[in-house]
């Protein structure tokens, strides 16, 4: 960062940890602070600052955009399974020689009377669903649905922000509901649909939490799909909070 000139921070978002990292942040004098949503959910919630919507053309557009832009700090806040997004992210970062951490809320870990079972992807979840139940309380959002698309014998019941697209499942309700989501929503949902398996990422956090105890309490299978890795080297905060003081430390003059 060049003396006389305003920082400016990046924050790649859509999550609520990236929203609280900008309320963090923009109370801060003289930083210019700028998010940027994917675009992919309508209506989104929007954060504190300048917010831009819209893709970047990939790691070379993101690179391009750092240095047109000066951004000092870029931080990767975008959804723990946003795979593609953070490996331009960190490609990007070290094109344009601008440090980058990313902000991961923690995974979640089973406790005591869980029955998950660990899979590496959406298809590898639905090759274990028929032994699992017939009635399916899907919670991956409405992307990647065609890897249920085969399963005519199994009801789903998808719950996603916005209306999932074809390819999906035959037999399928839609649940159109934003988190964060009660313990006792979550039991009378689970009753009500009869269902008896859970199929969800493992995207941490308390917002979608509460399915996992009501799918404990009812003695429920989770079929839980790992998060991928964070890019190599990649610094990473578990909180805004911790992401704030990083970013607070690099900004802080010599």
Do not use: C, N, Y
């Not at 870029?74 to 902000?103: G, K, W």
């Amino acid at each position: 960062m060049t003396a006389m000139t305003t920082p400016h921070v990046l924050i790649l978002g859509g999550t609520t940890e990236a929203r609280r990292l900008a309320e963090l942040l923009h109370p801060t004098p003289d930083l210019t602070l700028t998010s940027s949503l994917a675009g992919r959910v309508a209506g989104p919630r929007l954060p504190p600052g300048e917010v831009r919507i819209g893709g970047f053309g990939g790691a070379e557009g993101l690179a391009a955009w750092l240095r047109e832009h000066r951004v000092d700090v870029l931080v990767d806040a975008t959804h723990p399974f946003a795979a593609r997004i953070s490996l331009h992210a960190a490609r990007a970062a070290a094109t344009a020689q601008v440090p980058l951490v990313a902000l991961r809320r923690p995974s979640w870990t089973p406790v005591a009377g869980d029955d998950w079972h660990d899979v590496g992807s959406l298809a590898e979840a639905a090759t274990l669903l028929p032994a699992l139940g017939r009635r399916v309380f899907l919670t991956t959002g409405r992307l990647g649905l065609a890897a249920f698309a085969a399963l005519d014998d199994l009801w789903f019941l998808v719950r996603s922000v916005d209306a999932p697209e074809p390819p999906h499942p035959a037999r399928m309700e839609v649940l159109l509901d934003r988190g964060p989501f009660t313990l006792d929503g979550e039991r009378e949902l689970l009753r009500g649909h009869r269902i008896d398996v859970v199929v969800t990422k493992d995207s941490g956090g308390a917002a979608t939490a509460p399915k996992l105890t009501a799918a404990r309490e009812a003695g429920l299978p989770v079929v839980m799909v790992r998060r991928p890795p964070v890019p190599e080297g990649v610094p990473v905060a578990a909180d805004p909070e911790q992401a704030a003081g990083w970013i607070g430390e690099l900004l802080r003059p010599a």
